[in-house]
């Protein structure tokens, strides 16, 4: 504690001599009349242009307390209609942030022209012409935040969906995520990893959604597909676009297209291998 208080005198410090030597100089005889005069003349100064303001600063004061006082009902109302909707997390989280900006942001906006009207006159037409130009530069990443927003509050698909984006080459597979910016999509192309495709594009182009395939066989059925090269073996998982097999080279992913129209052939699951008998 004392350690703490020790280093915010030190912090002080400077500004404790500087407010001294001021009283010394103004209310005291010690200097010269001349730099007396010149202090006091100068802190007058400051004080009759800052007893114009006093008004002004009670008026902001006041309005910022009110402002306060109404957030929270208006926070909590906003929570509750988005606990309602079927907006994502990461939606609600993106309103209630920019419902708390855009609140504060008019709350200072009024505030600052009652205090000082002429210096917010000033600063507008500057902000007005940087964010044209901020908006002019970055319209593509504005684009794909906006298609990100309604993604999250007019859901095309879920987190976990298969899905296909028409248009996309390798776009068809499982929902991994759904970001501001993009969604990220396992290809069920054998080899074809995730696939990172712009909301914009998603939301812009048809998605198709594959119903629950009907397979004439379940997990762990040992079966056969005629024509279909290595796809022998144990059935491991059964996805919307694709199914896998554990085969002895390994698993093997295999379009549910080639599947459908394929004749199907049951097999005996492999011999386990014979036990070994140790004589003593």
């Known amino acids: 504690m004392l350690s703490i208080l020790r280093a915010k005198l030190r912090k002080l410090l400077p500004t ?5 030597l001021t009283i010394i100089a103004g209310a005291t005889d010690w200097l010269s009349d001349s730099v007396q005069k010149s202090i006091v003349t100068t802190l007058k100064g400051y004080w009759d242009k800052f007893v114009p303001l006093i008004g002004d600063v009670l008026v902001f004061a006041l309005f910022i307390s009110i402002a306060n006082l109404l957030y929270e009902p208006i926070a909590n109302g906003v929570q509750k209609a988005l606990d309602r909707s079927k907006a994502s997390n990461r939606g609600k ?9 855009v609140y504060w942001g008019v709350v200072l906006f009024f505030a600052v022209s009652v205090l000082a009207p002429t210096i917010l006159a000033k600063l507008s037409l500057s902000i ?9 530069a970055m319209q593509g990443l504005i684009k794909e935040v906006i298609a ?10 879920e987190v976990g969906d298969y ?24 290809s069920a192309v054998p080899g074809g990893g995730q696939v990172i495709v712009p909301n914009s594009k998603i939301w812009e182009t048809p998605v198709l959604k594959p119903e629950a395939p009907c397979m004439p066989f379940q997990v762990g059925d040992y079966i056969e597909v ?3 090269a290595e796809a ?7 996805r919307y676009l694709s199914t896998t097999f554990e085969t002895p080279s390994g698993l093997l992913n295999v379009p549910n297209s080639k599947i ?21």
Request: with cysteine.
């Open 148 to 157: 990100g927003a309604l993604l999250q509050f007019m859901p095309k698909f």
């Open 16 to 20: 404790l001599i500087l407010l001294a």
């Open 232 to 238: 022998k073996g144990k059935v491991v998982e059964i």
């Open 93 to 101: 989280v993106l309103v209630a942030r920019g419902v708390q900006l």
């Open 163 to 186: 899905v296909e984006v028409s248009g996309i080459a390798g776009a068809s597979g499982r929902v991994v995520d759904i970001h501001y910016l993009s969604t990220v999509i396992e």
């Open 128 to 136: 007005g012409l940087f964010g044209a130009a901020l908006a002019l």
């Open 226 to 228: 005629v024509g279909v």
């Open 260 to 280: 459908k129209d394929a004749p199907i052939r049951r097999c005996a699951p492999p011999a386990p291998p014979p036990s070994r008998i140790i004589l003593p």
